[in-house]
């Protein structure tokens, strides 16, 4: 194909907005080359437009192919968030872009736009993705235990960079992930065919891109994987195709090293609670109600074999107690105190009719999973008195 400077395409708004608003989003501005990565690459040839992007940083590539009726080949280079706003406010129909000489027109009904454009250049090359190795494809439900599950317990502190990320891990057909903040820690696996035995860790920001990914029950998200000549994995690709997109998305590796999670996860524990999520989650919400930071401490204490005691307190007399009934083997009048926020986000993060808490002692883990599915795990450091 010639890269012509005469390019034309005609594509549905709906269609080309929503291609525009996911690729937008990954372009980092704090990047010291914001000028030139703001702007996005669009390579217009057989029955597709593919649009490209890069932050230089975390994502090495995004690149979207969309369905188009192609009058003339050729690429060009746009700022995304212009081309973006112009889209969303157009009427829906279709649109007709063009380049002429050196501007790049933009036809839909009665609305007219003229933009300039920059030279095509690509942040990705066929050959390199030629060089990836597949690990294995997830399904939506799959996705959402490795993504949405752990995204929750990633560390937001750039200066703890090694939290900064999941870790994932593939061995003897399982997929298994984790992150932790130091407060708080998950723990996931999906039973999988993998291809490979590695590991790797990804951004955060990766993390949270990769779970927005909106897919649907009969397609599947197939990973790839680049090593260098350590061994070690640089990039994660992952590819997802339906009707509409095909979208391709390589990411950097952290190149540090993940802490021995499985270190900090007890193995024996004192106490036993089954209790109904959603009871729960309520009380708790009512009872820290007297708190204006989500990071105050909820005392939990078990008062006899079907009950637990949930209390909050602060310095100028203020509290507030309820009690609720629960399934309970341990110690009675034990108790241990949690950030009430943290236990929040976990207990709206499982799934299941009912709870299983696990506690050591007032200074252990406390360990939370669905009654019947251990495949979500999580660890709720408590808080001292």
């Given at each position: 194909m010639s890269e012509s400077t005469n390019a034309s395409f005609i594509i549905s708004r709906s269609i080309l907005y929503k291609a525009l608003s996911y690729i937008v989003r990954f372009v980092d501005?704090?990047?010291?080359?914001?000028?030139?990565?703001?702007?996005?690459?669009?390579?217009?040839?057989?029955?597709?437009?593919?649009?490209?992007?890069?932050?230089?940083?975390?994502?090495?590539?995004?690149?979207?192919?969309?369905?188009a009726t192609i009058k003339r080949e050729g690429s060009f280079a746009i700022n995304g968030s212009t081309f973006q706003d112009i889209i969303r406010n157009l009427e829906?129909?279709?649109?007709?872009?063009?380049?002429?000489?050196?501007?790049?027109?933009?036809?839909?009904?009665?609305?007219?736009?003229?933009l300039p454009y920059s030279?095509?250049?690509?942040?990705?090359?066929?050959?390199?993705?030629?060089?990836?190795?597949?690990?294995?494809?997830?399904?939506?439900?799959?996705?959402?235990?490795?993504?949405?599950?752990?995204?929750?317990?990633?560390?937001?502190?750039?200066?703890?960079?090694?939290?900064?990320?999941?870790?994932?891990?593939s061995d003897n057909d399982k997929l298994i992930a984790a992150s932790t903040d130091s407060h708080k820690l998950a723990n996931v696996?999906?039973?999988?065919?993998?291809?490979?035995?590695?590991?790797?860790?990804?951004?955060?920001?990766?993390?949270?891109?990769?779970?927005?990914?909106?897919?649907?029950?009969?397609?599947?998200?197939n990973i790839s994987y680049l090593e260098n000549s350590e061994n070690f994995v640089t990039k994660v690709?992952?590819?997802?195709?339906?009707?509409?997109?095909?979208?391709?998305?390589?990411?950097?590796?952290?190149?540090?090293?993940?802490?021995?999670?499985?270190?900090?996860?007890?193995?024996?524990?004192?106490?036993?609670?089954?209790?109904?999520?959603?009871?729960?989650?309520?009380?708790?919400?009512?009872?820290?109600s007297i708190f204006s930071d989500r990071n105050k401490?909820?005392?939990?204490?078990?008062?006899?074999?079907?009950?637990?005691?949930?209390?909050?307190?602060?310095?100028?007399?203020?509290?507030?107690?309820e009690d609720f009934n629960?399934?309970?083997k341990g110690k009675i009048n034990s108790f241990v105190v949690v950030n009430h926020g943290y236990l929040l986000d976990i207990l709206k993060s499982l799934k299941g009719e009912n709870i299983k808490i696990s506690t050591l002692n007032t200074m252990g883990g406390i360990l939370l999973h669905s009654e019947n599915d251990n495949k979500v795990l999580y660890l709720v450091m408590p808080l001292v008195t």
């Open positions: 501005k704090r990047t010291i080359s914001a000028a030139v990565v703001a702007n996005i690459k669009i390579l217009i040839s057989g029955n597709f437009i593919t649009i490209s992007t890069t932050d230089e940083r975390v994502f090495d590539a995004v690149i979207i192919k969309v369905p829906e129909s279709e649109v007709i872009i063009e380049q002429v000489e050196n501007i790049l027109k933009i036809v839909c009904l009665n609305s007219e736009f003229v030279m095509y250049q690509k942040c990705y090359s066929e050959e390199e993705k030629d060089n990836f190795k597949p690990l294995c494809s997830i399904n939506l439900f799959e996705h959402d235990i490795i993504f949405n599950k752990t995204k929750i317990a990633i560390c937001n502190d750039e200066t703890r960079y090694n939290l900064t990320g999941l870790y994932i891990e696996h999906c039973d999988i065919e993998v291809k490979a035995k590695i590991h790797f860790i990804m951004p955060r920001k990766a993390v949270l891109e990769i779970a927005k990914l909106d897919i649907n029950l009969e397609n599947k998200i690709l992952f590819h997802y195709k339906d009707d509409y997109f095909d979208i391709t998305i390589i990411i950097n590796t952290l190149a540090v090293e993940f802490p021995n999670y499985k270190a900090v996860i007890p193995k024996v524990f004192d106490n036993f609670i089954i209790a109904n999520t959603a009871g729960l989650i309520k009380i708790i919400e009512r009872v820290s401490g909820i005392k939990l204490r078990f008062i006899s074999e079907n009950k637990i005691n949930i209390s909050a307190n602060l310095p100028d007399g203020s509290n507030a107690q629960i399934e309970y």
